[in-house]
Nanobody
Framework: QVQLVESGGGLVQPGGSLRLSCVVS????????LAWYRQAPGKERELVAS???????TYADSVRGRFTISRDDAKNTGFLQMDSLKPMDTGVYYC???????????????WGQGTQVTVSS
């Protein structure tokens, strides 16, 4: 069974930093794509950053230069380093992964449960 568990959210003042982590658990897995989405109150879920095998990382225009996505493939763990945080960054952050396994016919997508990030003074 595959599970995505996020951590690292919390309350931070404007200009501060947070680092989110996402552990993809399950035996014999390979993470093909790891991405972070966020959903602000009353708004749709949006893509924040994405890391795909053999491709450049991508970022939403609103976070480029402030957020950095990274992966530790040996541990099937993804990270989102968030610097210079703004109140507009407030929301629930979700980890999303496209995962493959040698015994599967095709890759499968999974979501984490979400972690709250609040940027406020």
């Amino acid at each position: 069974q595959v599970q995505l568990v996020e951590s690292g959210g919390g309350l931070v003042q404007p200009g501060g930093s947070l680092r989110l982590s996402c552990v993809v658990s399950g035996s014999g897995l390979r993470v093909n794509i790891l991405a972070w989405y966020r959903q602000a109150p009353g708004k749709e879920r949006e893509l924040v950053a994405s890391s795909k095998d053999d491709s450049p990382t991508t970022y939403a225009d609103s976070v480029r230069g402030r957020f950095t996505i990274s992966r530790d493939d040996a541990k099937n763990t993804g990270f989102l380093q968030m610097d210079s945080l703004k109140p507009m960054d407030t929301g629930v952050y979700y980890c999303h992964a496209l995962v493959s396994k040698t015994t599967w016919l095709s890759p499968t997508a999974y979501w984490g449960q979400g972690t709250q990030v609040t940027v406020s003074s």
